[in-house]
């Protein structure tokens, strides 16, 4: 079992940047790979970014490629989502989802998820 909770959202002009933080408890968490989704009310959550459990791979959508970067700490229990250079469309809330092994970008691959946050771009 694994428990997931972000972090780090909110409001930022258009240009700016945040960094969420999603923290996992729970036995195991160097074995779990780690993604982060995005929902819009009315739409399909999407993927935006995925980590291996040793960091060295990472996968993003294409339209974050070059904004955002995610990473993990795995002496913290904890992933970041660096975002860069925002724009409206980010806005969304964002939701980190743990697999306890490197599978697809497709949320039925994630086993555990946190609440999500929050983060609304301006212009």
């Known amino acids: 079992q694994a428990q997931l909770v972000e972090s780090g959202g909110g409001l930022v002009q258009a240009g700016g940047s945040l960094r969420l933080s999603c923290a996992v408890s729970?036995?195991?968490?160097?074995?779990?790979?780690v993604g982060w989704f995005r929902q819009v009310p009315g739409k399909e959550r999407e993927f935006v970014a995925r980590?291996?459990?040793?960091?060295?791979?990472?996968h993003y959508l294409e339209s974050v490629k070059g904004r955002f970067t995610i990473s993990r700490d795995n002496a913290k229990n904890t992933v970041y989502l660096q975002m860069n250079r925002l724009i409206p469309e980010d806005t969304a809330v964002y939701y980190c989802?743990?697999?306890?092994?490197?599978?697809?970008?497709?949320?039925?691959?994630?086993?555990?998820w946190g609440q999500g946050t929050q983060v609304t771009v301006s212009l």
């Open positions: 989802a743990a697999a306890a092994s490197w599978v697809a970008a497709q949320l039925n691959q994630y086993t555990y």
């Open positions: 729970g036995r195991n968490f160097n074995a779990y790979a």
């Open positions: 980590i291996n459990s040793a960091g060295g791979i990472t």
